[in-house]
């Protein structure tokens, strides 16, 4: 057990490895910084002040051993746009994308999950219509957009919530729905397929001939089988909620992550967007790494595979 | 005096001083910034010689000399300053009793310092002309220059640099680059609070300040750089003021009950660059093809689409607000005449234009000005660019055809006509030796009214050649809430922000 895990956290840590590689050049491909943050009738000096102030000057290898030996020391760079170390702003802005998934997530389970079972349950009846239609809507319907219906209708027209930013647990409740909305589709979709595949075989149709009530047969044995792979969909959602609800957190003016990357990439701020690219994908390969760990825990094939 | 008469007097003082109320600022103002608010403003050793810094340090800092209500070079933490005949020595005299926010005195020490310091915009060229900076004594100081430099002042007193806007030199010595951004201290009306970076940013009335004790107790700055969301967080009353609205959702606004607008005038005029115009191959070459061009645009009808007809129109592409700036009438709309135009010059069907380039990110308004074109058969090919790809497009000269240009950069005629027409100007893609030697001249004149005629006739050469066509100059819409009686709004000339904030006040 212990060389698997080994084995997988190599992997891990050349996944990461190969992130920092593409993350580096790949932003380096879009242009130069400097550019943005010189008045526009500045001269040659002044643009080659501004290079050698962000330490575009140097040659890329340099740039990126400078880039690795700061990530060892848990520093991620100062922020070209900022001018504020990029730790700092990620950690300051964590929290808030935290919690904005967390209450996303939760609307969208709260949602998607009852309506997908009723859905399954009365397959080709009103509920499963409805369903459809939601589901369809949820995921064709941009975030964008949802946000500014909701901005217009419940904080213009009715003045229940604030408009924008952060603070109250009034400020979470537009950008968590219009987060939740598009995730609560595919929550929805996923719980249908997966309680019609469960309420088809051989375990529940033994249940049902048992005796037993239908909400039973329903609740304990349909619905918790079923559960397992919108749960495995949740926990990669979660993540994705964390890092990239870019369009959310603008539209909203929510200090999130996802409103750090997007202003990353509007002024070509490569250490933020590095940062963030690389801590986002760094949550990916850590959960990644203990679902491994955990599957070889519970089935011990899967070790003696390696 | 008696006894008797000195009570008196002691009663009446009394009786006088009670009486009085004590003036303190009060209320919070929150704005609605389309910005996303940078650590770097807070410095002004960083400042960008665009006017955005300037929004944050007008509340938080001051500069020995800088733009006012009323004058472009107005004394502030200088009570004085002076030039000597030769152009070479510039001397300015401290304002008496004027404190930082952690009460530390403004002095000679902390001019020299801020200056030496200085590494934003222009750091290079003040740094270059700048010989020597004399501490004359704590409250006088004096700038040496390598050589007659009449735009001395137009880099040092203005917008155009951060470089006499003064900070505390022990203080910084003692926190640091990095210290100063956390927990700025400077001379301006308003003290730092709080600043979550591409949040928010708070500050609270300095009552020490020089000028006026702020009549607001307490400024928020909000980042909210989304469009809609910023006019909804007005229109609910989220924020008292909000920037840069244009088109439908300005409509909408002005519409409003309860809501106003305003709109000061910025320090950039659109312009058509006829980028082609030097390729002896290229339509463009020729005069009237360009003079077509520009009678093809209905100037009137974009600015009432585009801002609400609160952006004017000119015939010149620099600013009539700018010092040596040239005042010529509107260009007129005269689609006949263009098609005429284009007929004597070889094109009575018009022709291929190649490519048309708007300024991002005001496509829209490119694309109105595209569509005039091709009513009078000057067909382009429209095509949208990423603002940095464009910049740097823009800067390396590998744009093509034809495209809308604008600048904010401040400054004056002259150091907007070296940008742009200059042999030697960033932008500059061909030369009119004529204009080329009024620019020389000027550049060594050191007699203003001589300087002012040269650049004049420089400014309608460039009309004449119709080297370019002027569109209209850019109004910055913002969105007033009716908490706001005074919003500083236009106070100062080309300057987009409310300014300066000891003069904003709330509807009491």
Known sequence: MPRFALHRLGYSLLSLFLLSVVIFLFVRVTGDPAVLLVEPGAGAADMAAMRHQLGLDRSLPVQYWSFLTGLFRGDLGKSFYYRTPVLELYLSRLPNSLLLAAVAMAFSLLLGIPTGI?????TGGWWDGAGKVFALLGLAMPSFWVGLLLILFFSVDLGWFPSSGSGTPLHLVMPAIALGWYFAAAHMRLTRSSMLEVLGSD????????????WRVIAKHAFKNALIPVLTLAGINLVIMVNVAVVVETVFAWPGIGRLLYEGITFRDFPV?????????????????????????????????? | MTPGMLRGFVVLFLAVALATPVLSAEGTLTWGVHVTLAARWLDPQETEGVITPFMVLYALHDALVKPMPGSMNTPSLAESWSASKDALTYEFVLRKGVKFHNGDPVTAEDVKFSFERYKGSAAAVLKAKVREIQIVDP???????????PDFMTFYGTSASGAGWIVPKKYVEKVGDDGFKRAPIGAGPYKFVSFNPGVELVMEAFDGYWRKKPSVQRLVFRSITDEATRAAALKRGD??????FAGPIAAELHRTPGLRLVAPLLSGVFWLDFLDQWDPKSPWHDKRVRQAASLAIDRAAINQAELLGLGTIHGNWIPPQFEFALTLPPPAYDPTKAKALLAEAGYPHGFDAGDFHPFPPY????????????AVGIRTHLRTMERAAFLTAMREKTIKGVM????????????????????????????????????????REPDPRVRQALLHQAQKLVIDHALYAPIYQLAFIWGLGPRVEEPAADLIKMHAYSAPYEDVRLKK
């Open chain 1, 118 to 122: 009723m859905a399954a349950v009365r």
């Open chain 1, 203 to 214: 375990y529940v149709k033994l249940a049902r001939l048992k005796g037993l009530p239908e």
């Open chain 1, 273 to 306: 967007v590095q940062a963030t690219v690389l801590l986002g994908g760094g949550m990916i390969v850590i959960v990644n790494f203990f679902v491994d760990v955990l599957y070889a825990v519970i089935d011990p094939r899967i070790r003696y595979e390696r």
């Open chain 2, 139 to 149: 409250g006088r100081v004096r700038f040496h220059l390598n050589e007659p430099w």
């Open chain 2, 239 to 244: 924020v008292d003021i909000a920037y840069l």
């Open chain 2, 363 to 374: 496509d829209s308004m490119g694309e109105a000005v595209a569509n005039y074109l091709q």
């Open chain 2, 404 to 443: 809308i240009n604008i600048t904010g950069a401040a400054g004056n005629a002259a150091t907007r006509l070296e940008a742009y027409v200059a042999k030697s100007g960033i932008y500059s893609r061909g030369v009119v030796p004529e204009i080329e030697d009024l620019l020389q001249r000027q550049a």
